[in-house]
């Protein structure tokens, strides 16, 4: 079982905006494999972010560690009704790779001693209302190869 977020943004006045985030446990198939497949269940928690906030989520990994090279973990992201968008990944050693569009706004980073991995976003607008999954991804010898096949899925 991995972490999942829900990012959501109600505009409750004209001038004042809110992100709701939650989250819960989710199921993600094997990234290895052509398809993506999610099962998330109800939402656990909230947090009311206003924009301009700073969003940070963390992520408790099981079944396997943070510094374990056989894998790579990655933020995802999903605007209602939208297409998945891929946020960024880091791997065993710390080693970090974002999607061009996002990364001057977010930061993956991680904690060995807790097994978690987290994401840092900075200036959060209406925009970034998603729901915000992390993956495991088992690793491939060429990691720039494989990144760019499964940011070209997912924006499918």
């Known amino acids: 079982m991995f972490n999942h977020t829900h990012t959501h943004t109600h505009t409750h006045t004209h001038t004042h905006t809110h992100t709701h985030i939650y989250r819960s446990l989710y199921i993600l198939a094997d990234l290895g494999g052509k398809s993506l497949e999610s099962i998330p269940s109800s939402p656990t928690d909230s947090l009311v ?3 301009g906030q700073v969003l940070t989520l963390s992520c408790k990994l099981s079944g396997y560690s943070v510094t374990d090279s056989s894998y790579w973990t990655h ?4 605007p209602a009704g939208k297409a998945l ?3 960024g990944d880091i791997g065993s050693s710390g080693d970090t790779y ?3 569009k996002l990364k001057s706004r977010f930061q993956i980073g991680r904690d060995i001693s807790s097994n978690t991995v987290t994401l840092r976003g900075q200036n959060m607008q209406t ?3 998603s729901v915000y999954y992390c993956a495991r991804e088992r690793a491939h010898k060429n990691k720039n190869k494989y990144t ?3 940011k070209t899925m997912l924006k499918k």
Do not use: C, H, K, N
């Not at 933020?75 to 999903?78: E, T």
């Open 85 to 87: 968008e891929w946020v």
């Open 49 to 51: 972010l206003s924009p």
């Open 127 to 129: 925009e970034d209302t």
């Open 148 to 150: 760019d096949i499964y």
């Open 75 to 78: 933020w995802i992201r999903q």
């Open 98 to 100: 974002y999607s061009d």
